[in-house]
């Protein structure tokens, strides 16, 4: 979608922070209401289904618009924000089938080998996508996206497990919607695991909207070889995904996640270090270092999260839980783009991407004294 609005439609700066914002803006809106609901849904697996179907439709819709000459940038705002409605309840769903088959004391391996093969997807996906790019035009590259949300539907139908209980409740919806919110502000782990990550994507998102404008535009890569950057992304996402669960073991899950945090906040600096005239080789390997690293670090941080929040989270409460920790987590994301958007716009891209950079790192300071260094094994569930 980025390098359909760059290199299709000549979006700015600003369109770019919207259009970042557009796709992240669900999880602030919707996040709550649908954590409440996915603890009421019995069949969540058939929704997931639905939900793939649904985003293969709207996603499919970007490459019929472009053959009949009708393509603009407010149906890619409006796209965008409907995969990304259909993308939150999703996730929310997919966050209880998870404890459902995999069981407590292998979150930390299954949450590796989940995080391992998606790290494989992607290493070979923005390698096709700048060939398809390159060849053909970014519009059609897209169907192939469209098609893989319809690969997904048909592997989760093929699950057989049952799914998790429901358990009633007689609660308010004010209660409900506030619940996972007010579990997180208690809890002494989760909360400054969560402002930390916040924090950084706030300023990953406020980056990443600038991104493919300024590698594209500013620094001169071309499709092809901006799919071999990504991939190298990709391919340190594979590492760190092979590496994370041996790290969590060696030195403890928490601190490996403050490694992750840290590595893959301070690996972005060196995009905006590589300046506009300079060698095409000389940037492409700034570029292609940053997201090779940053890619190790993420999964570190992906990883050992994901076996310290679920395990702390008690399942009565656990998709209002995960959706309190999107709204916030993912909720910030939109803002940041939007900021990085006007910012780059008022203050020039690589100017943003510096200020952003150094910002993430702002996010290692919740964890100061924080129990989640001192976290070896998966934390006990919490009380609610």
Same mark, same amino acid.
């Given at each position: 979608m980025?390098i359909?609005?760059?290199?299709?439609l000549?979006?700015?700066?600003?369109?770019?922070?919207?259009?970042?914002?557009?796709? *992240?803006?669900?999880?602030l809106?919707?996040?709550?209401?649908?954590?409440?609901?996915?603890?009421?849904?019995?069949?969540r697996r058939?929704?997931?289904?639905f939900?793939?179907?649904?985003?293969a439709?709207?996603?499919g819709?970007?490459?019929?618009a472009?053959?009949?000459g009708?393509?603009?940038?407010?149906?890619?705002?409006?796209?965008?924000? #409907?995969a990304?409605t259909?993308g939150?309840?999703f996730? *929310?769903?997919?966050?209880?089938?998870?404890v459902t088959?995999?069981?407590?004391?292998?979150?930390?391996?299954a949450?590796? @080998?989940?995080n391992?093969s998606r790290?494989?997807?992607?290493?070979?996906?923005? @390698? #096709?996508?700048?060939?398809l790019?390159?060849?053909?035009?970014?519009p059609?590259?897209?169907?192939?996206d469209?098609?893989?949300y319809?690969?997904?539907?048909?592997?989760?139908? $093929?699950?057989?497990?049952?799914?998790?209980?429901?358990?009633?409740?007689?609660?308010?919806?004010?209660?409900?919607?506030?619940?996972?919110?007010?579990f997180?502000?208690?809890?002494?782990v989760?909360?400054?695991a *969560?402002?930390?990550?916040?924090?950084?994507?706030f300023?990953s998102?406020?980056?990443?909207?600038?991104? #493919?404008l300024?590698?594209?535009?500013?620094l001169?890569?071309?499709?092809? *070889?901006?799919?071999?950057?990504?991939?190298?992304?990709?391919?340190?996402?594979?590492?760190?995904?092979?590496?994370?669960? $041996?790290v969590?073991?060696?030195?403890?899950?928490?601190?490996?996640y403050?490694v992750?945090?840290f590595?893959?906040?301070?690996?972005?600096?060196?995009?905006?270090l590589?300046?506009?005239?300079?060698?095409?080789?000389?940037?492409?390997?700034?570029?292609f270092?940053?997201?090779f690293?940053?890619?190790?670090?993420?999964?570190? @941080?992906?990883?050992?999260?994901?076996?310290?929040?679920p395990?702390r989270?008690?399942?009565?409460?656990r998709?209002?839980?995960?959706?309190?920790w999107?709204?916030?987590?993912?909720?910030?994301?939109? #803002?940041?783009?939007?900021?990085?958007?006007l910012?780059?716009?008022?203050?020039?891209?690589?100017?943003t991407?510096?200020?952003?950079?150094?910002?993430?790192?702002?996010?290692? +300071?919740?964890l100061?004294?924080?129990?989640v260094?001192? +976290?070896?094994?998966?934390?006990?569930?919490?009380?609610?």
């Amino acid at each position: 979608m980025p390098i359909i609005a760059v290199l299709t439609l000549g979006a700015t700066p600003e369109q770019m922070g919207l259009l970042t914002a557009a796709g *992240l803006l669900p999880h602030l809106l919707f996040s709550l209401p649908a954590g409440v609901w996915m603890d009421r849904v019995r069949e969540r697996r058939r929704l997931m289904i639905f939900f793939d179907l649904g985003r293969a439709l709207v996603v499919g819709s970007i490459a019929v618009a472009f053959v009949v000459g009708v393509l603009t940038l407010p149906q890619l705002f409006v796209t965008t924000f #409907i995969a990304g409605t259909l993308g939150v309840a999703f996730d *929310l769903a997919w966050s209880t089938q998870f404890v459902t088959v995999v069981e407590r004391e292998e979150y930390l391996t299954a949450t590796s @080998l989940f995080n391992g093969s998606r790290s494989m997807a992607q290493v070979a996906g923005p @390698l #096709i996508g700048g060939a398809l790019i390159q060849f053909f035009k970014a519009p059609f590259a897209v169907l192939i996206d469209a098609v893989s949300y319809l690969f997904s539907a048909f592997f989760l139908s $093929r699950i057989q497990m049952p799914e998790p209980p429901i358990e009633p409740s007689t609660e308010s919806l004010r209660s409900q919607l506030s619940i996972g919110l007010s579990f997180i502000a208690r809890d002494r782990v989760m909360r400054p695991a *969560l402002m930390s990550v916040a924090t950084v994507n706030f300023f990953s998102y406020a980056f990443s909207a600038l991104f #493919i404008l300024y590698v594209t535009t500013f620094l001169g890569l071309d499709p092809a *070889l901006l799919g071999v950057v990504l991939g190298a992304a990709a391919v340190g996402a594979v590492i760190g995904a092979l590496v994370a669960s $041996r790290v969590g073991h060696a030195i403890g899950i928490g601190p490996s996640y403050a490694v992750g945090l840290f590595v893959f906040s301070a690996s972005w600096i060196l995009v905006p270090l590589a300046m506009p005239g300079w060698p095409l080789p000389v940037v492409s390997a700034l570029v292609f270092a940053s997201e090779f690293i940053g890619g190790i670090g993420v999964m570190i @941080l992906d990883i050992n999260a994901g076996a310290i929040i679920p395990a702390r989270t008690p399942h009565a409460i656990r998709s209002r839980v995960t959706g309190g920790w999107r709204f916030i987590n993912m909720g910030i994301r939109p #803002i940041g783009a939007v900021v990085g958007g006007l910012a780059g716009g008022a203050f020039g891209v690589r100017e943003t991407m510096f200020v952003a950079s150094l910002g993430a790192l702002f996010g290692m +300071l919740f964890l100061v004294r924080s129990p989640v260094l001192a +976290l070896h094994e998966v934390p006990e569930t919490a009380e609610i």
